[in-house]
Nanobody
Framework: QMQLVESGGGLVQAGGSLRLSCTASGRSFNLYNMGWFRQVPGREREFVAAISWSGSSTYYVDFVKGRFTISRDNAKNTMYLHMNSLKPEDTAVYYC??????????????????WGQGTQVTVSS
């Protein structure tokens, strides 16, 4: 079993920045591919970004490209999401997730085996 804990969420003005962290325990973090998803009440959870186990491959949904950067530090068992130029429409609960299979699609939430509890990001206009 892997435990994932997100942190770093909060309230920020439009145009501001936040850095989310996802810290893992219970399994070998460096063997897992990781992803960030977000969810707004009443809507389905949606893919935001993903990173391979080594950090050599990253994936982004179009509406965050150029604004968000995903990264990881395997020595610290932690993944990050650096969010810049935040918009009110980025307001959501952000979740991190993990899976081991390199052939799984990184942008499909059903492919992930472990999930964190989420952290709220609120962007005011």
């Amino acid at each position: 079993q892997m435990q994932l804990v997100e942190s770093g969420g909060g309230l920020v003005q439009a145009g501001g920045s936040l850095r989310l962290s996802c810290t893992a325990s219970g399994r070998s973090f460096n063997l897992y591919n990781m992803g960030w998803f977000r969810q707004v009440p009443g809507r389905e959870r949606e893919f935001v970004a993903a990173i391979s186990w080594s950090g050599s491959s990253t994936y982004y949904v179009d509406f965050v490209k150029g604004r968000f950067t995903i990264s990881r530090d395997n020595a610290k068992n932690t993944m990050y999401l650096h969010m810049n130029s935040l918009k009110p429409e980025d307001t959501a609960v952000y979740y991190c997730a993990a899976h081991r299979d390199p052939f799984k699609q990184p942008f499909i939430q059903g492919e992930y085996d472990y999930w964190g509890q989420g952290t709220q990001v609120t962007v005011s206009s």
